[in-house]
């Protein structure tokens, strides 16, 4: 099964759709199960632990997956980073913040350089820095986002860029999403909330369950699962969960957080593992098209036969 855009003739793999970095749950099982299904599988290398990434890169076992980074958290230490570098990794995703400083010894070492941008400004600058691939990605997203829509930030960065490609990532986790991202001049989607329950994931069973159950009316994008993690996250960018008890419990009382913020976070931190009431579960607004756990390979075969059928034979009002 194999859909080729400029995308995938770039990275050279079968179907246009990219696996989230998502950091914690996007380990080396998951993007190699990814890659091999004909994609690209990064793992999530978020805050840049080197333990744990070298951990991840023994589950990939030899699979051909790239990693993806927190760009401010790298601006403090970029080690796991540089020995992803020497490692030979595919491809490097860089997101949340300038990756000017990063983007010679990314290309140099003959990895793609994937920028993830939340504004056109955003893209534009990646694209002088010399990214190799574009992600537009909207607010709808699972985690951290800025404040665009997917739906208009993706073809106005397509105008943008020239003939960089541009992968669409926000809300998409079926074949409709991937087909309506070609439409919309992307090549290809980066898929984040859709590989969550899958069973290669690192989220805790608790958490597949929830995001399953969970709803897109039902997510919120908010500073506080940061704050009480102790994460400083720059406040352009908040991060997208589905509400639950402890949401709710802290939502608009800034004044009390701020004044009892150890003790809340000493609370939060005592939750038990995959006690999703307090801990958040982190997908987006797509969280309405999981429907069921299954293998990565499952939820591949499903995005690509859905969308090909659709390509191939557009919906009624497009004839
Ligand atoms: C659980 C989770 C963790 C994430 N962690 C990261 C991360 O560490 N770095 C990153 O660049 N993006 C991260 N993201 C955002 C993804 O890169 C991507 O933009 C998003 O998943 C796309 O939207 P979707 O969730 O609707 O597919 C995360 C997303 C999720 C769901």
Redesign the pocket.
């Known amino acids: 099964m194999a859909i080729h855009t400029q995308l995938t003739t770039l990275l050279d793999i079968d179907a246009p759709i990219i696996l ?7 380990g080396g099982a998951l993007a190699a199960a990814v890659t091999r299904a004909g994609g690209l599988g990064l793992i ?4 840049g632990d080197p333990a744990w990434v070298e951990r991840q890169w023994e589950l990939a076992d030899g699979a051909d997956v790239g990693i ?3 760009n401010w958290k790298l601006s403090e230490d970029d080690r796991a980073l540089r020995s992803c570098l020497e490692r030979g990794v595919k491809a490097v ?4 913040g300038d990756i000017t400083p990063f983007a010679s010894a990314v290309k140099s070492s003959g990895a793609k350089l994937i920028a ?1 941008v939340q504004t056109l400004e955003d893209a534009k600058r990646a694209a002088d820095a010399g990214a190799d691939v574009i ?1 537009a ?2 607010t ?6 800025g404040q665009r829509a997917t739906l208009p930030l993706v073809p106005a960065v397509v105008d943008a860029v020239g003939n960089i490609p541009v992968v669409a ?5 079926d074949g409709r999403g991937l087909a309506a991202a070609l439409m919309l001049g992307a090549a290809g ?8 329950p899958c069973d290669e994931a690192l ?1 805790h069973d608790h958490a597949k369950d929830s995001a399953i159950s969970g709803k897109g009316d039902d997510t919120i994008y908010s500073g506080l699962f940061d704050m009480v993690r102790g994460l400083n996250w720059p406040s352009e960018w908040k991060i ?1 969960t589905l509400s639950n008890n402890f949401s709710r419990r802290w939502a608009d009382q800034d004044r009390a957080l701020a004044e009892h913020l150890s003790s809340i976070a000493a609370e939060y931190r005592a939750a038990a593992p995959g006690d999703m009431q307090t801990v958040p579960t ?5 969280a309405d098209l999981l429907t069921q756990r299954r293998s990565a390979a499952d939820t591949m075969a499903d995005i690509l036969l859905t969308a090909q059928a659709l390509l191939g034979h557009p919906p009624a009002a497009l004839t």
């Open positions: 989230a970095p998502m950091a914690g749950v996007a999530g290398g978020g805050y993806g980074f927190i995703l860089l997101s949340f993830q992600v990605q909207g709808e997203a699972g985690g951290h986002s990532a926000g809300g998409i986790a989607v980066m898929c984040g909330s859709a590989f969550y989220s997208r982190i997908v987006g607004e797509a």
